[in-house]
């Protein structure tokens, strides 16, 4: 794989299922360089095994599909070229979609009423005179912002207290009925009022953010998540609230009275229980670090919420919930650096519907067909219907990926100094060698490498490097405890793990050449990278990208300083100063280049600077490479062309510091 090829990087929904099992609808999208954005439409694919998928939607980007309850109707987002994502209702049988909403910002989520005959979706508001509410009012012309907060703006969002996100509900368009078209001026020059979209009614209001809604069985009220309570502003609690569909009253909070959770899906099931998934925050409503997300079930409205998983050995962060059957629900466990689809059982008992490894996004039912889409070390994205005996995969929107040419990592299991397993992968160039080594190091902390397709070690390895990746102590996939173990000491273990792992895949693999090696990572990824350099000058070369440096600067700066901060490095200056890079600078003789993007909320660009300002005051040579426009999600999801700009400068740095013989 080339940086061109990054068109060929394919991705896929979660799928959609038609209530009578007969065909899946996902969203297959890749990046474009010809648009400079990402694209793609809604594919129909057929669950037997005669018919082909074929491309359903035309537009520029369509996302999000969903059917309605009768399966007559789809609905999903359509993204117009510099648009925000706008609610669109299509005939199943095809035609031409009718637009139903027109929010300046766009629609993040929505999802249909059990009866069909509405729509709920969440949207976010502008302050009139914001964000291009009126017309001639710049970004520059805007009035001045007076934040009392401590929380004001998310990375790829920006300022959130003068947009808040909200709940409406849209009636379902007639999609059979005529069009209507924009009236011409009458003989007397009055013009009649063009045609808008459906009126929406507003739900939910506040100075707070509503996301993750679900409807009753009955469709008369919705479930949703927000953080209301007084101490919003300093912990990272938020709780699940119902409220009427006809507003008759205000939403009623019910998880907060039993406990500090952080919630992050809710769901009805199919008998009409409450279901969500949620971390606890301990006592301090803060305590974040390494909490995987369990299963909580409501039995009736009048009980605490049962617990139905255990955090310790199951994970249920990054999933949404589906209802299934008439007491279970579907959800993705993490697990040993696979994502797999596993159904929760009304009492706690686990299935596991895929085997590792495999990353799967997202699944969708329909009666009892269950259809997912996913990821491996073959593809990117493609498409599967659960069987009885396993994934029968329907299609393969990676073929052509593959004979452009993809390495299939080795997996492997190397004992740190401790006699700790660290799990990981090694990715081979072709040839005999010596090749050269790029250690990779994921972001995080508590997150992973999965052995699923990645673009960036594919595109090195293409370039002759041999890439080695790992997940040391303090990621995720491991349970809690492998992950908390660098609480507040960050720099120890998990650098040692991933140097341990380093050498034990040299040692083992006679093609790589120990005397030539690079070291790289992204967010807490090129917080490890420079910490290393600081205390292993073993390396050739190193790249520190859009990364967390100092811990103490990061503290009102970042959109999540003060807790990152407080809960991985202590409050303590010295304790802080001990685990920051920024601090150690001085030891780094290895040359570094270091990535940033512009409008990083998350670890934002001074994190950069000042080690950049740092290395070149003490006379290393190093390079600043800042990217406009975008944010912390630059090497996945920002514009295609500084994608392939960023492989290229990146594969620049490694031909003149660690160049490849061929």
């Given at each position: 794989m080339k940086p061109a090829n990054l068109n060929l990087l394919t991705s896929v929904s979660t799928p959609t299922v038609h209530p009578l099992g007969t065909i899946a609808i996902a969203a297959i999208t890749h990046p474009s360089l010809e648009a400079d954005a990402q694209v793609g439409q809604l594919w129909h694919?057929?669950?037997?095994k005669k018919d082909k998928p074929q491309r359903?939607?035309?537009?520029?980007?369509?996302?999000?599909p969903q059917f309605s309850p009768d399966g007559t109707l789809l609905a999903f987002l359509r993204t117009a070229p510099q648009g925000a994502p706008q609610l669109h209702v299509v005939n199943t049988n095809g035609g031409e979609p009718v637009k139903i909403?027109?929010?300046p910002l766009g629609i993040s989520e929505f999802l249909w009423a059990p009866d069909g005959r509405s729509l709920a979706f969440v949207s976010r508001t502008p302050e009139a005179g914001r964000y291009g509410s009126v017309a001639g009012i710049g970004p520059d012309a805007e009035p001045a912002r007076r934040i009392r907060t401590a929380k004001y703006q998310e990375n790829g969002i920006g300022y959130v207290t003068d947009r808040r996100a909200h709940i409406f509900l849209v009636p379902t368009p007639d999609v059979w009925s005529e069009p209507a078209v924009t009236p011409v001026p009458n003989p007397d020059g009055t013009i009649d009022a063009a045609p808008t979209v459906p009126e929406?009614?507003?739900?939910?209001?506040?100075?707070?953010?509503?996301?993750?809604?679900?409807?009753?069985?009955?469709?008369?009220?919705?479930?949703?998540?927000?953080a209301r309570h007084d101490g919003r502003d300093h912990d990272l609690c938020s709780n699940v609230f119902l409220v009427p569909i006809d507003g008759s009253t205000q939403p009623v909070e019910i998880t907060g009275k039993y406990g500090k959770f952080s919630v992050e899906s809710v769901r009805y099931r199919n008998d009409g229980v409450i279901t969500f998934t949620a971390q606890n925050m301990g006592e301090s409503g803060r305590d974040f670090v390494a909490r995987n997300s369990a299963l909580y079930a409501f039995d009736n409205s009048d009980a605490s919420p049962r617990i139905l998983t255990d955090p310790e050995t199951v994970d249920f962060t990054e999933s949404s919930i589906v209802a299934y059957r008439e007491s279970s629900v579907l959800v993705r466990n993490r697990h040993r650096a696979s994502y797999l689809l596993?159904?929760?059982a009304s009492d706690?008992?686990?299935?596991?519907?895929?085997?590792?490894?495999?990353v799967v996004v997202g699944a969708g039912v329909g009666g009892d067909t269950i259809v997912m889409g996913f990821a491996n070390a073959s593809t990117s994205g493609d498409i599967a219907v659960i069987r009885p005996d396993g994934p029968r995969q329907l299609t393969d929107f990676s073929r052509e990926l593959r004979a452009n040419g993809i390495v299939t990592p080795t997996e492997l299991n190397i004992p740190a100094r401790d006699g700790y397993p660290v799990h990981g992968w090694v990715l081979t160039p072709e040839g005999e060698g010596p090749h050269p080594v790029l250690l990779n190091i994921h972001g995080g902390p508590f997150y992973l490498y999965t052995g699923a397709l990645f673009d960036e070690a594919q595109v090195y390895v293409d370039a002759g490097y041999a890439v080695v990746m790992c997940n040391p102590r303090g990621s995720a996939t491991y349970g809690q405890e492998h992950g908390r173990i660098i609480r507040q000491r960050m720099g120890t273990v998990d650098m040692t793990d991933v140097l341990d792992f380093f050498d034990g895949v040299l040692a083992q693999t006679p093609t790589l050449d120990k005397a030539r090696v690079g070291v790289m990572g992204g967010s807490y990824g090129g917080y490890l990278t420079a910490w290393t350099i600081a205390h292993d000058h073993r390396f050739a070369a190193a790249i520190v990208e859009r990364a967390f440096l100092d811990p103490e600067y990061f503290i009102g700066t970042s959109d999540i300083g003060g807790s990152f901060s407080d809960e991985y490095t202590g409050i303590d200056p010295e304790q802080m100063r001990a685990q920051s890079p920024q601090a150690v600078v001085g030891q780094v003789r290895t040359p570094a280049l270091v990535l940033h993007s512009n409008n990083d909320l998350r670890c934002p660009l001074g994190q950069a600077e000042r080690y950049y300002a740092a290395l070149k005051r003490n006379g290393v040579e190093t390079e600043l490479v800042i990217f406009p426009g975008e944010d912390h999600e630059l090497s996945r999801s920002g514009r295609p062309r500084h994608r392939l700009e960023r492989f290229e400068i990146i594969l620049d740095w490694w031909q003149r510091h660690l160049p490849v013989k061929r």
């Open positions: 694919i057929p669950l037997n359903f939607t035309r537009g520029f980007h369509d996302t999000a909403t027109d929010r929406a009614t507003q739900l939910t209001r506040g100075d707070w953010d509503d996301s993750a809604i679900a409807f009753s069985l009955d469709g008369k009220t919705l479930a949703f998540v927000s596993t159904e929760v706690g008992t686990l299935h596991q519907l895929t085997d590792e490894p495999i």
